[in-house]
């Protein structure tokens, strides 16, 4: 689905009868210039300020212009009202293990139904398969505030390049971010510490997710999301199950929003199981 297709809030009513919600319509291919096939996308508030996801696009190109380090496009999701647009650099924030490094990253997210704000968050992935790795444990979450103008944005949005600027510069650390991706390396995973990992830190993960990550643990996909399959050295650490993890998720065919709450659970449930 074309996620920068033209939009538009229009007014509802029932008879006559004015509502203080409007509904956000999309103009999709198959209309015609007197009759054009606007679907609903949304229902929003009178005061909403809708922002077009090319806004958003654009909004976060400007913020890798203007930052100290390269960041290209790396997914875009759209499922006809929530947008996510993914950029990822290959400024390393640190190494988990030998030749095993972690870079930055960053995702810009709107709606046109009301449910996420424009808003803005760090990541990290992994170098060599690109997984991405979401955590509101330890990045904050950036929230715009929806003006009229995008121009009103301008201040923010410096504000986002210097948060990343200072992440690159050192000036904010991810020592401790690091350093638990480190332990993870380190933790054996036996069967025991699997099921305790489950039901005190991944409980909220469901059923099928946690099925899909334990098949890909034990059994590590063709392409290799682990350098070393964990069968070949008789090593099973909480690193590989924590990549199992994003591996699923970040290059799931077809990814929903609650795809992305479940990669920052996993991260940051294997985090604090070791921290």
Same mark, same amino acid.
């Not at 290209?72 to 759209?78: A, C």
């Not at 704000?117 to 950036?142: E, I, P």
């Not at 929806?146 to 990343?164: A, C, F, M, R, Y």
């Given at each position: 689905m074309n996620p920068y297709l033209p939009i538009r809030k229009v007014p509802l009513d029932y008879n006559g009868i004015g509502s203080s919600a409007y509904a956000v319509q999309m103009q999709h291919p198959g209309g015609t210039d007197v009759m054009p096939a606007w679907k609903e996308a949304g229902v929003v508030g009178g005061s909403y300020m809708l922002l077009p996801n090319e806004e958003v696009k654009n909004a976060a190109h400007q913020v890798a212009?203007?930052?100290?380090?390269?960041?290209?496009?790396?997914?875009?999701?759209?499922?006809?009202?929530?947008?996510?647009? $993914?950029?990822? $650099?290959?400024?390393?924030?640190?190494?988990?293990?030998?030749?095993?490094?972690?870079?930055?990253?960053?995702?810009?997210?709107? %709606?046109?139904?009301? $449910?996420?704000?424009?808003?803005?968050?760090?990541?990290?992935?992994?170098?060599?398969?690109?997984?991405?790795?979401? %955590?509101?444990?330890?990045?904050?979450?950036?929230?715009?505030?929806?003006?009229?103008? $995008?121009?009103?944005?301008?201040? %923010?949005?410096?504000?986002?390049?210097?948060?990343?600027?200072?992440?690159?510069g050192g000036t904010y650390q991810l020592d401790d971010f690091i350093a638990n991706l480190r332990k993870l390396n380190n933790l054996h995973i036996t069967v025991e510490e699997l099921g305790n990992i489950r039901h005190k830190h991944l409980q909220e993960i469901p059923i099928t997710i946690w099925g899909q990550l334990v098949d890909r643990f034990i059994h590590p996909h063709p392409t290799g999301f682990n350098q070393t399959p964990p069968e070949e050295t008789n090593t099973y650490t909480g690193w590989q199950l924590l990549n199992a993890g994003t591996d699923i998720l970040w290059h799931k065919e077809n990814p929903t929003v609650a795809t992305y709450g479940q990669n920052a659970a996993i991260v940051d449930g294997l985090c604090r199981a070791v921290a």
């Open positions: 212009e203007e930052c100290k380090i390269d960041f290209v496009h790396d997914k875009t999701f759209f499922n006809g009202r929530n947008f996510v647009y $993914s950029m990822k $650099s290959q400024h390393v924030a640190g190494e988990v293990k030998a030749g095993d490094d972690v870079a930055l990253g960053m995702q810009f997210w709107n %709606s046109y139904d009301g $449910s996420k704000a424009f808003g803005f968050a760090m990541m990290l992935y992994r170098l060599v398969c690109t997984n991405g790795m979401m %955590s509101k444990d330890h990045f904050n979450t950036y929230r715009f505030k929806h003006e009229p103008k $995008s121009e009103d944005w301008g201040d %923010s949005l410096e504000q986002v390049v210097t948060n990343i600027n200072n992440l690159v």
